[in-house]
């Protein structure tokens, strides 16, 4: 496939990334070209920031128009194989793609090289970067760490250069005269200013679904400031010289796993501003193993959809909306009825709070006997991990990597029945197996095991 691409990375987290190539995305929409959104590792907020970016410059997509999901490239979680195949998939039809970088360009997941790295997506992907430098604190050396950035790995190539933060016309003519001799060009320049109010807390950006009428005039700023900075005609120039992908753009394949004569089962799946973290991925693979995918709000429905069979409730902020979501007592008694039915529910992090006793002393579904509460301490990282026994998911022996993501603590932290055992890097027993619930810290990411999302669908059908 030929799809004209930018990788969109940085020295380091902090320089930028997020500003720049959700400005790029917005512009270039804006410009009334059809932009895929993709971001390199685990993270789901800034994707949210992609979508909508992407929806006409972050406006309302069009009638007749195909709002196109934020995705994310994961090497870790998905395996190198299928970085292109999952890009192909998202890319599909679009103008331009552009891939936000995860920290600096070189690192990826602890003590393993380049894996998941930035770098090595834009190998996977043959697709040329701009490296965005904060140059706050320096004139001549930027030259330095450009050639160095430049120079490491011959199959990564740099092919031009935003500076971002810069002070003043004088400022920038000394990093333009260094950088004239690094062979690498500047593609824009972005003066240092108060920083778009895109808020942050204990996990990372606000999620779009929290505040989207700030978040839609933030990324119209972001759209207008890197429009007034950048060489757009040669950023788009260079991606147009990203040559042909061999590969094959990965489908959620497979014939529906719905018995004959039975009809399509519901699985509803939480959203709202409480649970905003999921994969595209994950609802193409329910939907295409024969469900019918319904969203629900926890913060706001009392009932479940009508005729739910399952139940999926992935990642979030349920800490946040503590208070809101025990006073919707209503829908907390529908989960757990559900639940002590042995319907299968798939829980992952903010929907293992959800299902807990109590989340900071606030009754929660107690689907699960045990008690979460906030933590100073930040749980973050890649895990591998095997499931202890069968389950609605996986049967047991089942070997997933995965990522865990939080600041709360859970009391058990597994049950008698746990979920994973982790084995990489610690080894420990996690998460709760019983009846029909999945419940776990851990995040996965189905499109690297399709077959838990059809084995899922199949206990829906029973």
């Not at 973050?380 to 991990?385: C, H, N, T, V």
Request: proline content about 7%; some cysteine; aromatic content about 4%.
């Amino acid at each position: 496939m030929t799809v004209p691409r930018l990788v969109v990375a940085a020295p380091s987290s902090g320089s930028g990334k997020t500003t720049v190539a959700t400005g790029l995305m917005a512009a270039f929409s804006e410009r009334g070209l059809a932009v895929s959104p993709h971001k390199v590792g685990p993270d789901y907020i800034d994707p949210g920031y992609h979508a909508l970016a992407v929806s006409s410059g972050g406006r309302a997509v069009s009638s007749g128009g195909r709002a196109r999901p934020g995705r994310n490239l994961d090497a870790y979680m998905c395996g190198p194989g299928l970085i292109g195949p999952l890009f192909a998939h998202g890319a599909a039809g679009c103008d331009l793609a552009v891939v936000e970088g995860v920290m600096g360009l070189y690192d990826g997941a602890s003590g393993q090289g380049e894996l998941a790295s930035t770098a090595q997506v834009s190998k996977l992907l043959r697709a040329p970067v701009v490296l965005v430098v904060d140059a706050s604190s320096q004139s001549r050396s930027v030259a330095a760490l450009v050639h160095g950035f430049a120079s490491w790995d011959p199959e990564v190539r740099i092919g031009g250069v935003i500076l971002n933060k810069v002070a003043t016309d004088r400022h920038e003519r000394l990093l333009r005269d260094a950088l004239d001799e690094s062979g690498v060009p500047v593609m824009g320049v972005l003066r240092r200013t108060e920083q778009v109010g895109t808020p942050s807390r204990h996990l990372g950006l606000v999620p779009v679904a929290e505040r989207r009428a700030e978040a839609v005039a933030s990324t119209r700023e972001l759209a207008a400031r890197v429009r007034a900075g950048c060489d757009l005609e040669a950023l788009l120039a260079l991606a147009r010289s990203a040559p042909a992908l061999d590969t094959t753009a990965w489908e959620p394949a497979g014939a529906p796993v719905v018995p004959a004569g039975h009809g399509r089962p519901v699985i509803a799946v939480a959203g709202g501003p409480a649970f905003t973290f999921s994969y595209a991925e994950h609802t193409e693979l329910l939907t295409a193993a024969g469900a019918d995918v319904v969203p629900f709000d926890p913060l706001r429905d009392e009932r479940l959809p009508a005729g739910t069979r399952g139940l999926v409730i992935g990642g979030g902020f349920p800490e946040v909306y503590a208070p809101e979501l025990s006073a919707n007592e209503p829908l907390r008694k529908a989960v757990a009825e559900l639940a002590h039915a042995g319907a299968p529910v798939a829980a992952e992090c903010a929907g293992l709070l959800y299902l807990a006793r109590s989340l900071d002393g606030k009754p929660m579904c107690g689907v699960l006997a045990a008690d979460a509460r906030m933590s100073e301490r930040l749980t973050l990282g890649y895990r591998e991990a095997v499931a202890v026994g069968d389950s609605a998911l996986a049967p047991a022996g089942t070997r997933v990597r995965g990522h865990e993501f939080h600041r709360t603590v859970l009391a058990p932290g597994a049950g008698d029945a746990p979920a994973w055992g982790v084995v990489h890097p610690d080894r420990r027993v996690e998460g709760f197996v019983q009846r029909g619930v999945h419940a776990s810290y851990l995040h996965t990411h189905w499109a690297a095991a399709p077959e838990m999302a059809r084995r899922f669908v199949a206990r829906c059908a029973v």
